[in-house]
């Protein structure tokens, strides 16, 4: 079993979906099920097998859920130091032919949004990342194509 690095942060949200899934989520599809069982013949009863999709859906993400939180590994940021980039560094790079700055922080897989400036650390701009030090150069293939970028700062806040 691998371990799943993750900050504090992910971990809470992975460990708030769960809760959410197992004491809201899932009486209201039991009640759903119980409700649409009077209504007659469950062979026909649309109401009853959307209600059974619901009730399997969710509890695959609870099996989910309960995996990855027993193979989290939460690493504390706050006690991370150094100048080159490594998991939970906040790392600000400038695309070379564009001038323009974006400010990553590096973190696990289930926490990635790139929309709020989080990547995985599984991909192609975080490999590319990590080990290097601000001053360096670094080439990433993005589905896009092939970007340039120089590191300017690397931070663990």
């Known amino acids: 079993m691998d371990k799943i690095p993750m900050t504090a ?14 004491q809201e989520e899932r009486p209201r599809i039991i009640q759903a099920i119980a409700e649409a069982r009077t209504h007659g013949d469950l062979s026909e009863n649309a109401e009853y097998h ?10 695959s993400r609870v099996a989910e ?3 990855k939180l027993s193979r989290a590994e939460v690493i504390d940021i706050s006690k991370l130091s150094g100048n080159s980039v490594k998991f939970g560094a906040t790392v600000t790079i400038v695309d070379e ?6 400010v990553y922080q590096i973190v696990g897989e289930n ?14 701009t975080a490999r590319a990342l990590i080990g290097k030090k601000a001053g ?3 080439e990433v293939n993005t589905p896009g194509g092939g970007k340039s970028y120089e590191i300017l700062k690397v931070a663990y806040i």
């Open 9 to 22: 942060a992910g971990y809470a949200a992975l460990e708030a979906e769960l809760k959410f899934r197992q």
């Open 50 to 59: 959307a209600a059974k999709e619901a009730q399997s859906i969710n509890e």
């Open 65 to 67: 859920l309960e995996d």
């Open 97 to 102: 032919d564009t001038d323009e700055k974006k």
């Open 111 to 124: 926490e990635a949004n790139v929309k709020q400036g989080k990547v995985s650390i599984t991909s192609p």
């Open 136 to 138: 360096d150069t670094v």
